[in-house]
Nanobody, 114 residues
Framework: VHLVESGGGLVQSGGSLRLSCVAS????????MSWYRQAPGKEREQVAT????????NYADSVKGRFTISRDNAKNTVFLQMNSLKPEDTAVYFC????????WGQGTQVIVSS
């Protein structure tokens, strides 16, 4: 199983980024998928989840209204569109199943400057 995240970078407060995660080695379309993040000195937190059908999504209160999760089952890819970014969004972002079934990938670093 491989989970490969990309799309992070340095952005100013108020800016946007779109993260991608390509999954391989398991039946992607059968799993609800989540984005997680881990800020320095903090535990990893789940920020967005998209269910198998793609129609139902959940968000942490801290990102609700600013982040949008989506998926492309044909490409085994899950996306996270992040708008109105804040310095507190600075973290390494990871994807995994909703129950974090598989080993974590390298993640992608997001840094939001004030």
């Amino acid at each position: 199983v491989h989970l490969v995240e990309s799309g992070g970078g340095l952005v100013q407060s108020g800016g946007s980024l779109r993260l991608s995660c390509v999954a391989s080695g398991f039946r992607f379309s059968r799993y609800s998928m989540s984005w997680y993040r881990q800020a320095p000195g903090k535990e990893r937190e789940q920020v967005a989840t998209i269910f198998v059908d793609g129609g139902n999504r959940n968000y942490a209160d801290s990102v609700k209204g600013r982040f949008t999760i989506s998926r492309d089952n044909a490409k085994n890819t899950v996306f996270l569109q992040m708008n109105s970014l804040k310095p507190e969004d600075t973290a390494v972002y990871f994807c995994n199943t909703v129950r974090s079934t598989y080993s974590w990938g390298q993640g992608t670093q997001v840094i939001v400057s004030s």
